[in-house]
């Protein structure tokens, strides 16, 4: 492993490269895994209009990543630029906040809901940090029902602060996942290494973070295991989807521990 | 001991007063007390904030990738730095704001234009400085801690947001050399109370606050960063009053209001 970490980036890269198709399978689950999420947090503060942003390129602009609620699509297709509206407030400075009355003037709001047809009344956005870095935005609009709506309580602003911690996790996992596939475009395209920066950035990064490479060994191990035949495929499946299930069926009364 | 340039390591030849704390503070008005807000800028010709801002600065990064500080028009790009100022104007309106406006540039390192407008107030020695933000990264707990310590030598009161959130925010867990609020679910600014042994000290109004917002606006706004210009406002008045008053006498001082507020409010009738 020590031999693995200290090789040079070509060396590295190939080895990433392998599992390129194990990185695929991934993202989906993730983004999946995201939605699920955001449906039971934003349940759970009475809301059903909620959405995940992270950062677009290196001028602190934001994009919607994940969304639900009634304009969850076209969501998907804005950008907020760095800075601007609550969200780019709470992203850029790593605060908390309730916005119980956005409708009320012209605002960064009443632009994307000219876009999106809908009536942004309140907001409730708390940062999704990872590693000590703020890597997105976690935002929760409006109440279930029709307006007016009781603001979003203190005590919610907490609860929300504690889904932001498990949405933040899926949300490195999915940026992850991601920089795999957006490697082996780059590859497969032919780019040059000195492209690759921000491959090594993220190299630097799993290097130190344990988190990572215990989920990288796992998706690799899966790999050889699936390359090995379908025998051993079909055990491995097995296994899997019997830890699955004993773990949902724990996580009715508590969490699995070993 | 390592320095930063520009900033004074001696305290400020001061007259040592022993403090009366009358109630007269709570009729001031902030006058001549100057302010700084490190945010998102401020809307200076919001009717509500006319004649109250003193100046606007902007962080730029430079050539050689330095961050400084120019005049600025930009107003504000998110609204919070006007909905704080907002909020210490109706506190103390004749206190002279001065914004310095560190977040919404495109390009800066949020964290290194955070600590570099924080350096810029402690430079300009201001007397209340409003940090209604921080960071999470734990390379700029060492710097931070360095900054606030010297703004305490300096003899500028910093008051910071606490988060709130499940992890460590700096500077709000430095109970040492600023002042750190939490928001409570008071509505009088003045009826503020502390929390005994806890890192953040204070806890203030900042649950649906209604407070100036962009384009001549107002919104009703909760969080932590609201509570932290209540206190901001409030240190203001004190300060008219008190010039010379040192951070930890203004620190005592927001104790012994906090103390009777919470006594006065332990002996209201149980509803």
Redesign the interface.
């Known amino acids: 492993m020590t031999e693995s970490r200290d090789g040079s980036l070509p060396e590295k890269l190939q080895r990433l490269v392998e599992t390129i198709d194990v990185a695929n399978v991934l993202t989906e689950p993730l983004t999946r895994s995201l939605s699920k999420l955001l449906e039971i947090s934003a349940a759970e503060l009475d809301s059903d209009e909620a959405s995940v942003l992270v950062r677009d390129g290196?001028?602190?602009?934001l994009r919607f990543l994940v969304a639900i609620g009634e304009v969850a699509e076209q969501l998907l297709n804005i950008r907020v630029?760095?800075?601007?509206?609550?969200a780019?407030?709470v992203m850029?400075?790593?605060?908390?906040?309730?916005?119980?009355?956005?409708g009320?003037?012209?605002?960064f709001y009443s632009e994307v809901d000219k876009t999106t047809g809908y009536s942004t009344q309140m907001i409730l956005a708390?940062?999704l940090?990872h590693g000590?870095?703020?890597i997105g935005v976690l935002e929760y609009i409006n109440r279930r029902g029709d307006p007016p709506y009781e603001?979003?309580?203190?005590a919610e602003?907490?609860r929300a602060?504690?889904f932001?911690?498990a949405i933040a996790s899926l949300v490195n996992a999915y940026e992850s996942a991601k920089l795999f596939r957006d490697m082996g475009e780059k590859m497969l395209t032919g780019s040059s290494a000195g492209d690759l920066s921000d491959v090594r950035e993220w190299l630097r990064g799993i290097r130190d973070s344990q988190e990572h490479r215990a989920m990288m060994e796992l998706a690799l191990m899966v790999r050889e295991i699936a390359s090995r035949g379908e025998a051993e495929q079909n055990i491995c499946k097995q296994l899997m989807e019997s830890v699955l299930s004993y773990s949902d069926a724990k996580s009715e009364t508590g969490y699995l521990s070993l | 001991m390592e320095t930063i340039p520009g900033i004074e390591t001696e305290m400020p030849d001061r007259r040592e007063t022993y403090l009366h704390l009358e109630n007269d503070w709570r009729s001031a008005t902030g006058k001549g007390v100057r302010v700084a807000i490190v945010d998102s800028g401020i809307e200076a010709d919001h009717p509500m904030l006319q004649g109250k801002v003193a100046e606007l600065v902007e962080a730029r990064a430079d050539t050689n990738k330095r961050i400084v500080f120019d005049k600025t028009g930009a107003g504000d790009s998110a609204g919070h730095g006007t909905a704080c100022a907002g909020i210490i104007a109706r506190i103390a309106p004749d206190a002279r704001l001065h914004s310095i406006k560190v977040l919404g540039a495109a390009g800066l390192g949020d964290g290194q234009a955070f600590m570099a407008g924080l350096e810029y107030a402690i430079k300009h020695r201001f007397q209340v400085i409003n940090l209604s933000l921080g960071t999470t990264k734990p390379q700029f707990f060492s710097p931070l801690h360095d900054l606030l310590d010297r703004a305490y030598q300096a003899g500028c009161v910093v008051v910071a947001a606490a988060n709130n959130l499940p992890y460590p925010s700096f500077p709000s867990v430095f109970s040492s050399s600023l002042i750190s609020v939490v928001k409570n679910a008071e509505t009088d600014p003045f009826r503020f109370s502390f929390n005994f042994g806890d890192v953040i000290e204070l806890t203030a109004p900042g649950v649906n606050v209604r407070t100036t917002w962009l384009n001549s606006g107002h919104r009703t706004l909760t969080g932590n960063s609201f509570a932290c210009p209540h206190i901001v406002g409030v240190i203001a008045l004190l300060l008219e009053k008190h010039p010379d008053m040192t951070p930890f006498q203004v620190k005592s001082a927001l104790y012994a209001i906090a103390r009777e507020n919470t006594e006065t409010l332990n002996k209201r009738p149980a509803s």
């Open positions: 290196d001028e602190g602009d630029p760095a800075g601007k509206g609550i780019g407030f850029s400075s790593g605060q908390p906040m309730v916005v119980s009355d956005v009320e003037e012209s605002s708390t940062p940090s000590g870095e703020v603001a979003f309580t203190p602003m907490d602060a504690l932001a911690e």
